[in-house]
Structures are given as C-alpha cells and as structure tokens.
C-alpha cells in the first residue's frame, strides 16, 4: 500500500501530519494519522510530543478509535482503534483519566470517524497532500468529549437556536392584556416565530386560550383568559422557561399564508412588484425562517387583494365601470356580456372617444391587430386595435377583453370595430389592416372589411420562418425581401435566398406575396411591416394584465391618458411643417435629389436620370414615382423630390397631410378623462334614464375556466403554429434529412 503523508509548518520547527497504509504480518493494513512537532504543545511535557492516529486492524472486528498520549521523549498522542469499538484517548502513565478500559470517549461518526466541530477533508481522491494550521491540528486532537450512548452519530440536523428577545413586542406577561382572542393568539403566535420555538394549542373556546410549546417534555406554557363583562383577555399564567433547543427545521408551524401577508404588507403597499423570491429574502433575513415559495406567493395574492380588489370583485365592478367610461367620456363605446344561462363573463369592447376622433380625422388610414394573454387568476386574451399617428407611434383604438381566444371572438372584435367606424365617419375609409395569419382574423377582415387592403404581419411571419429554418441569414434576407419596393428587387433577393436554401424559399412562395412583400401590396402600408404592438408596449401592458379585468382596464386607460396628454404638449415644441419622422426623411431625399438629372416632359410628368439607378418616371400631379416610393410611403421619394425642386414646387405640400404638424396634433386635441373611484359610482346623476338603471342591476360572473397552477406562460403562442407538425428538413448537397446546405459536413 502507498504511504500518504500531510505535512504542517515550514523548516526545522515544522510539525508533521502523516497518514500512513502498511502492511502488518497478518495482512490488515495500518493507517496512521501522525502529529509531531519539535518544540512543546503547551500539554504539560518538555519533551517533544507526537500525535498519531491510528487505525488498528490486529482482529478482523477491531474497530476502536484510540488516541493516547505516550510520556516518554518521543511520545506520540496516538489516535486509533483498538478491539473493543470505543473511541479512547489515552495517556500511557495516567490510568486516573481514563475510563474502565483506559479510554477517554470522543466524538465518533458512523463510519467510525473522529467527530470535529467543523469538516477538515484530511484524505482527498485526487491530491492526499493538504496542510492546515496548527491550531487545526489542537482542536483535532483536544476535541471536547460527546456521549454516544444512544448510537452512533450521523449528520447533525439543522437546529434554530432561539434569540435572546431584547423588543418588548415579544416579551410575554402575567397580566398583560389584548382587545380580543385573535389579537392575544397572533401576539402569542408572533413571540414563538421571534424566539423560534413553536406552540401547540392546547384549549381555545371564546373564554379562554392555552398553548404550550410544541417540543416534547418541555415546560413553557402560557394561559389567558376572558375578563368578565368586556371582550378584553388577559394572560393569567405562563412558565416562560424552556428546556427545549428550539425548532430543528427551517421553517416554522405558526408561519402561516395570513402572517406572511401581515409581515409583508407595508412593502406590498409601497411596491405591489415586489416578487415572491424578494418575500422569502426578507422573512429569512428578519425572521430567520425558510418558507416555501407557494406561501410567499399566496400571502402576496393575498394583500393585493386587499389592496386592489379581488378578481372576481374586478367582473362584478364591470358594468358600472363601462357606465362610468361613457358617462366622463361622452361619445366613448363600452360594452359589457355575459354568459345568457350563468352571467358569466364572455365579452368586453372599450374604445374611449379621444382615440376615435383622433383616428378618423387625424391618424394614418392603418390598423394593427395583435392580441396577448391575460396573467391573472381566471383564463382570458386582450384584444387591441392600434393605428398609427403621423410621427410613427402607436395609437391604440380600442381594446376587446374574451374569455377565449378563438375565430368567433375574432369575427366578434372586427364586427364592433366596424360599427365604431360607421357610427363615426360620413365615408368609411378604405383602410390597410396588418395582423398574423389567424384564420379568424382573416374571416372577420373579409366580412367587415371587404375593401381593406389585408397583410400579414413580418413579425409573426418572420418568427414562424425562423422555427422552420433557424438561420439568422435566412431570416435577414426575408426582410429585405419584404422591404424592397419592386417585383425585380424582390425576385433578386429570393434568389439570394435560393443560393442559401431551396427549401426556404419554397416555403415563401407558397404564401402570396401580395399579402406580405411591400412590392407587391395592393394598398399604401406607409413603411410599416410590423403589428407587433404587444411586444412594443410590452413596458407596461405585461403588468396591467397580471391584474383584476377593471384594474387592468384602469391601467390602460391612464397610460392612454398620459400619452395623449404628453404628445400634446411635446407637439407644441416643433416649429417644422412636418412632424419630425417625416421632416428627417424630407431632408434625406433633398439630399440625394442633388445628384438626379430632370427632363421634364410635360406640366406634370418628369424623367428622373440617376447613374446608379437608372431612369424614373414620376408624374406630380397624381404623386406617382416609378419606384412605388411615392404612393407607398405616403411622401415624395428622392425622384419625386427632383422633379418638384426643378419646376420650383413645395415639397413639403405634396406629403399626405397626416404627416403634418397639425393634424398632429388633431390627432391628440381630445382629452381621456379621469374617472372616479369606485367609492363614488353610487352617486348616480339625476337626470339618469331608466334603462341606463336597469343597467346597473346586470351582475358579471367571472368566467369558468381558472388558470392551471403553474407559471404562465412567456413565451407567445403564434396562431399559425397551433396544431402546426414540424416538418423534416432537407440537404440539398447530400440529400440526407435532418440539416441544411449550410450546415451540411459531407465531403466535396
């Protein structure tokens, strides 16, 4: 066997520890653990002292650990085994000290180890050579003695030791008074969790409450009882004395969901984000207690109750809540329904009026659909409708609430907006609408759309051509594919994409280009790709739908109510005919109008000349351009600019007039008004009909279906990847399944 040592100390005066493994003539090895130093320990001895431990295997059955001290000049402590199983220490000329088989009892495992107040790994796998303090090397040789009359020692549990409470919030008195029972059980309940032991009721009835604690065969007990004539109790007892160590777990019998909640809620009111992870840290840290997330998450649940209402308060709130929209918002749409049979909640369509007549008379004629999941207690899907302002930002319409996302719903949402339009407007407009591939949405489009120019989102449609494909380069080119204004620009980018993979672009061609491929849109989309609008907002809607259906309600409008007013004011600032997106992209194609050649052929059709782009077309009057830039964009290309800046024209009165400053801020001259806590909806006006209080008696259940336990979701579900089968890729170098050219590592 190898002989293993671990050496202590530097130079001459070092003290040594070895391990050693050697063979005795009846072939059962030998392991030991030697301490030597040169100079004096402080044991009492001159002489140089050596402490061995040792494992002695002289009888197959030996398995005693013994450790004694030899008074001699070369005298070694020596720990080790001996035939009769006990752990000894010994010193070979004192027989006083020792017990009835000249041994001292050590603390010792399972495994027939030396017990120590804290791990020194001494024997390693991968490196036997450790060094380690003298001082180490004391407490390992001079450990206290542990009585194992009861077994061996396994892994020492965990055990909370009670604090000394110094706060008199936790201090305990006969006499001591509380206005009732349940405050009496919670001071009681709090001074167990401060000291950390626990209590077991013992008697508790509407006069009286005894406890005492919960470890076996100890005294502590306290007793209060009901003062005659008055619901006040008073302790009229307590042994206040414990034999008990405390609670030998983490967490605690009295921490309950109601006393994690009273312990977090002044944090809860001043930050309702706080996280349950962020709960379980303070508790630990105030209270010393480990709680499980689900009560830290309960407690919270909890609190917010409290503070914000109840979900199932929040449907019930809804029709006095639609009533108290239309009423400070005159001209606003919403509408509450439920379930015929139960008054469950079904459906909820809200559009306040300032979006309406910013819209119709301001925004762009474009609409995005996008929808995203609700995160609160009872299953549900938002709805929104957002246009776009001249500026390029997001101007939501209206929002519709269902129980389920489904076609139905779709075609119902599409249906309510039409009818807002129509109720609006002389003239419908005609009206680009950008939304994923849902059927649902398509269907309701064609019902209550039937002029509008539809196409699909790229977000969506990118993000389903990335799980096909999974190449970013891929991806890229489909964009660019999508942004490039002519037939033979599109076909020159598919081609590209051809080169990379020709399974990629098979799957683009099976969807029409029209539907998504600016150059071949039928209607104007302005420069936008994207109906992504939930991503967008994803700043604060994400939070507004974690709460109660009114709340989350509230939550929208009050940041439609800011935005309106903000942009408001901002727009006040601008001094441009343009609003700045517009008057920036002006600006660029003067610039790049400067190197153009006119020919001008008639009043108002132009030959536009570049040397890189060849020769353009672009008729003024009908604000036409070759390149589509023009009626595509809304506002004069590079080339329209040239032939307008050579016949002397204002550019900037060619652009579409929603790009101007002031119907800007048109778009944003009404107010979202307040609307008032729930604590004044009772005061009801008047002059208030009697079907509008017939209204009021409708009572909205919540819906049937709660959300399954579980985190919910992140990560969104896209409609045309519902019941989607992923199918097997192909290599067209190799033609093996399973990768693609790009990736493919057959040999050339």
Known sequence: MANHELVLGHGQDAAELALGQNHHDFGQDHHGLVLGHSHDLGLGHPQDHDFVLSHDHGHEHDHALVLRHHHHHDSQLVLGHDHTGDLALGQGHDEDSLDGEGHHDLGLSENHELALAEPHPLVDDDNLDHHFTLEQAHE????????????????????QSRMMVVSTEFQLA??????????????????????????????????????????????????????????????????????CVGINHLGH?????????????ERLRENPHCKPKEILEEIHKSHGITLSYKQAWRGKERIMATVRGSFEEGYRLLPEYCRQI??????????????????????????????????????????????????????????????????????????????????????????ELHELLEKNTENMPRLTILSDRRKGIVDGVDINFPTAFHGYCMRHLSETFRKEFNNSVLVNLLWEAASVLTATDF?????????????????????????????????????????????SLNSWILDASS????????????????????????????????VPTAERRVQEAIERAQNYRVARASEAEFEVISPHEGTNVVDIRNRVCLCRGWQLYGMPCAHGVAALLSCRQNVHRYTESFFTIAMYRKT??????????????NETPEDQGEAEQGRLEVIINPPKSLRPPGRPRKKRVRAEDLGRVKRVVHCSRCNQTGHFRTTCVAPI
């Not at 019998?253 to 809620?265: C, D, K, R, Y």
């Not at 659909?369 to 899907?381: M, P, Q, S, V």
């Not at 080169?499 to 098979?506: H, I, M, P, R």
Request: with cysteine.
């Open 668 to 681: 944003y001259s009404q107010t979202i008004h307040p609307i008032p806590d729930k604590t004044h909806w």
């Open 253 to 265: 019998q009295q921490a309950s969901v109601q006393w994690v909640a009273s312990t977090v809620e």
């Open 547 to 578: 709460l109660p259906i009114n709340q989350m309600m509230e939550c929208l409008r009050r940041q439609l109510m800011t935005w309106f007013n903000e942009r408001r004011e901002a727009s006040m600032q601008w001094t441009t005919i343009l």
């Open 326 to 415: 239309e009423r400070t918002n005159p001209g606003s749409i919403a509408r509450i329904y439920g379930n015929p049979d139960d008054n469950c909640f079904r459906r909820l369509f809200i559009s306040f009026y300032a979006s309406i007549y910013g819209f119709v008379n301001a925004c762009r004629p474009l609409i995005g659909l996008d929808k995203t999941t609700l995160k609160n207690k009872y299953l549900g899907t938002l709805f929104l409708a957002t246009a776009f302002d001249g500026d390029g930002a997001l101007f939501p319409l209206a929002f519709g609430v269902v129980d389920d996302e489904n076609d139905e719903n779709w075609i119902w949402f599409l249906s």
């Open 491 to 535: 076909e020159t980018k598919l081609l590209e994409i051809e080169d990379t993979s020709q399974e990629a672009v098979a799957w683009i061609r099976e969807i029409p280009p029209r539907l998504w491929a600016t150059a071949f849109f039928d209607g104007p989309r302005y420069g936008q790709l994207t109906a992504n609008i939930t991503e």
């Open 140 to 159: 390992l040789a001079l450990e206290p003695a542990h009585d194992f009359s009861q077994g061996p020692l396994a892994v020492a549990p965990v055990v």
């Open 174 to 243: 006969v006499g001591q008074e509380f206005p009732d029972v349940m405050s009496c059980r919670r001071a009681i309940r709090d001074t167990a969790i401060a000291c950390h032991f626990e209590i077991q009721t013992v008697k508790s009835d509407k006069t009286r409450f005894t406890a005492k604690c919960a470890a076996e065969g100890c005294p502590w007990r306290i007793h209060a009882a009901k003062l005659p004539g008055v619901p006040t109790f008073s302790i009229r007892t307590i042994l206040d004395n414990h034999s």
